[in-house]
């Protein structure tokens, strides 16, 4: 593991890649769901899988701290476990098949097992980095003279 590079974005984690590749397929598959489910489980199901990657990205930027980031990443847990309630739901509906069922919500798993590494580890991701950008120091000046 220690041969791993260094992630130097959210981007480049394994993680936000697979949270990604799970939002399109939750897309992909949704798209047959009945009209009527639009505005409902379809409407559900989308934003809680694409809300993962989101979190993860929120995460990094707040790992210099390690509390923001845990939370971050329990919220990216939260809502991947969310969307295997939609998809157990869009099963019991009768939308999506058993197989279907079963390969999202693995990918699901897989997401939460690798999210439960990053928060047993967050020390290695989080602390103070070694390159800040910042705005230089701007003086202002008052004008005591009215």
């Given at each position: 593991m220690n041969?791993?590079?260094h992630?130097?974005?959210?981007h480049d984690l394994l993680v936000y890649q697979k949270a990604r590749q799970l939002a399109q397929e939750v897309f992909r598959v949704t798209s047959t769901f009945p009209k009527e489910e639009?505005?409902?489980l379809t409407d559900q199901i989308r934003r809680s899988?694409?809300?993962?990657?989101?979190q993860i990205a929120e995460a990094w930027a707040k790992r210099r701290y390690e509390r923001h980031?845990?939370?971050?990443?329990?919220?990216?847990?939260g809502e991947q476990q969310e969307t295997q309630h939609w998809i157990e739901t869009a099963l019991d509906c009768g939308y999506i098949?058993?197989?279907q069922a079963a390969e999202l919500k693995e990918m699901?798993?897989?997401i939460g097992r690798l999210l439960g590494g990053m928060m047993a580890k967050a020390n290695l991701f989080c602390g103070e980095p070694t390159k800040i950008l910042r705005e230089s120091v701007v003086e202002y000046l008052v004008n005591d003279e009215q």
């Open positions: 041969n791993l590079p992630a130097r974005s959210y639009m505005f409902s899988s694409r809300s993962i990657g989101a980031f845990l939370s971050k990443l329990t919220d990216a847990d098949t058993v197989k699901c798993k897989e």
